[in-house]
């Protein structure tokens, strides 16, 4: 008698155990980084081909990619992905989640080439880009510029240039 109940005491423990385990975590689908998915696919597209060609970047066939104008204008990207067929670029099909990914990717790349500050140090945003700034090293740099009894602060000159053609259109970001 002991016995059966030795063995029904560790039958319950077992669906105890069972019944206690923690759900499944989240698949991985669900956490996927948009940056790194533009990545793959402006990877698996090739678009590096020539975007990052020396040749072709130096005959002025394409436009540094990275260029700030580029970071601050997701519509011109997704419209030139769009409606590809009316540039110079071939064609190259992208489904709808594609042209978002890719276009995220794309508009993150100035920011990721020149951004020093970490977020530890960061106490202003590029109003051009995004970029973390730590204004001490901006002010160093001659990295500012006042406007409308504001002080910007930017990550590098580029920005600065940008930002100063037309102030209104970025003050707020
Ligand atoms: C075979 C060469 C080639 C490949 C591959 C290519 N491009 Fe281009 N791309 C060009 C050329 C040339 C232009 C300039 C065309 C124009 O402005 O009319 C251009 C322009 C662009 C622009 C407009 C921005 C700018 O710099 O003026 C974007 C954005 C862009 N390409 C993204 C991509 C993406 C994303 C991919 C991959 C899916 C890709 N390209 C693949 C040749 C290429
Ligand atoms: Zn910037």
Known sequence: MTIYKGILLLVCCVFLVIACEKPAEETPAQKVDPIEKGLEIYTAKKCA??????????????KDIARPVIATDTMFVQTHLKFVEAS????IKLTGEELHFVSLYITSLHRMKYQTATEEVADAVCPVCAALVQKSEALEEGLSFSFGGNTYY??????????????VAFKNK
Request: aromatic letters at 12%.
């Open 154 to 167: 930017f990550e590098c000159a580029e920005c600065m240039y940008v930002f100063q053609q037309a102030p």
């Open 49 to 62: 081909f020539c975007h990052e060609d020396q040749e072709m970047l130096a005959s002025g066939k394409v």
């Open 88 to 91: 110079q670029m071939p064609t």
